[in-house]
């Protein structure tokens, strides 16, 4: 068997058949299990949902034709499982390299704003569209993943060693993983390539490489200057309200009226290749360069200019306030000036930031000099570093446009993500010398985390296939044996 003897016609009518036959049903099953992350969840073993899911895919991966595979479950004291699915190498394949697809299985909580029909926990297929939590943001990526190998084998092609990792604390930021790389030791082989499918895309019309990932630090901002809460009438104007002091902290970080952060250590220039890919994914996609999002009406964007939108929510900081606490919910609030404020914060970073230095000079500017005498605390929840990708290979660049080709007519694009996934920058130190395709099927409007979340199906299948293309062209790099075309 060689690369040369892979049908792509034929593997992509075993993944539309797998996809339709074995994948649905099982994703269906597994978007109703609440297996919300354990950051969501303080008592998420004794709830059993991440359990609860991950037997499902074991269960899924057990049952799947691949030939030598053994499917485990790594489990470490109170930390939530890794599956771990491990497909050896085609006989006949002389490189030594592992393939390591990556993907997680826990969500984000319900939220609410679900149209009426649709809900976090209830697949719904409405045409082209799976509704519910957790299908795209991440359930799909081990379907996809076992599905592309399998293709490659039914298809006559070859494959390096294959590890597909799906963790269950992504969605946390990830706490548990370095241990469980740990545990794994040499078991996660020689990596020559990473493919995680956690990912999100500009359009549907092609893949689309994501070459960075900002940052995050997720924490709490605390300010207290009473004791107990007073009558309105009597203190207010002599005591301080806290959250007005609060707004004065997040002042010194962020500008009000602009939403521009004034700390220099959040900031990091754009690298002159991103800068590329960002004006060429600007003028390809226009106004949609960064999504299609729900403004109500007469709203509108920070800046109109979509290259302008890309820079600043891949390689630029942006803070938010997430939630909130000491503030009863409107209705139920009394005429009392209330002792405390607490702000959940989301700061995300540029990809090159660093991290520590970041929380720091947060805490700094936060923690100082605290306007009245009030207490105020700053205490970090999650500290993720950001990831740029490396040098992406010739080989790796014409299989990637090869793959795409194929999947989507059209050859892949390469562009930023704001948004964070933690297991890159580990990856990133560990193995330096490994390249990495970073991609994923949640477009333009698939709302990952919101209400209304949904996986596109045929981007599904298309990405399932273009990473069986891609090991097969892997396999070829890596093996010495060339590889296909046609």
Known sequence: MSTDDFDGAAAAE??????????????????????????????????????????????WAQGRPLVGATVDVQELPGRTPVLLIEVPATP????????????????????????EGLGPWT???????????????????????????????????????CLVLIEASEESGSPDLPAHLEALGDRLGRLGLVVALDSSSPSYDRLWLTTSLRGLIEADLRVEILREGQHSGVAGGAVPSSFRIARQLLERVEEAETGRIRLPELWAPVPAERAGQIADAAAELGIDAVGRFPYVDGARACADDPAVQLRATTWEPTLEVIAAGGIPAVGEGGNV??????LSLSVRLPPSVDVDAAVEALRRELERDAPYGAHVSFEVHEAAAGWDAPATEPWLATALDDASSAAFGRPFGAVGLGGSIPFMAMLGEQFPEAQFVVTGVLGPDANAHGPNEYLHLPTARRV???????????????????????
């Open 14 to 59: 075993r993944i539309d058949r797998v996809w339709t036959d074995d994948v649905l049903p099982t994703l269906l099953e597994y978007v109703g299990i609440p297996d919300v992350s354990p950051f969501f969840d303080a008592e998420w073993a004794e709830h059993g949902q991440i359990a609860t899911a991950v037997e499902l895919l074991r269960g």
């Open 92 to 115: 006949g394949h002389r490189g030594d390299e592992t393939v390591l697809l990556y993907g997680h299985l826990d969500k984000q909580p319900a939220m609410d704003g679900w149209r």
């Open 123 to 161: 697949p719904v297929v409405d045409g082209d569209r799976l509704y519910g939590r957790g299908a795209g943001d991440d359930g799909y990526a081990m379907f996809a993943a076992l599905g592309a190998i399998e293709a490659v084998q039914a298809a006559g092609g070859e494959h390096a060693r």
């Open 337 to 342: 000036l209330r002792p405390s404020t607490t």
């Open 464 to 486: 399932t296939r273009a990473v069986a293309e891609l090991l097969v062209e892997h396999a070829g790099h890596a093996g010495g044996a060339g590889h296909r075309r046609g």
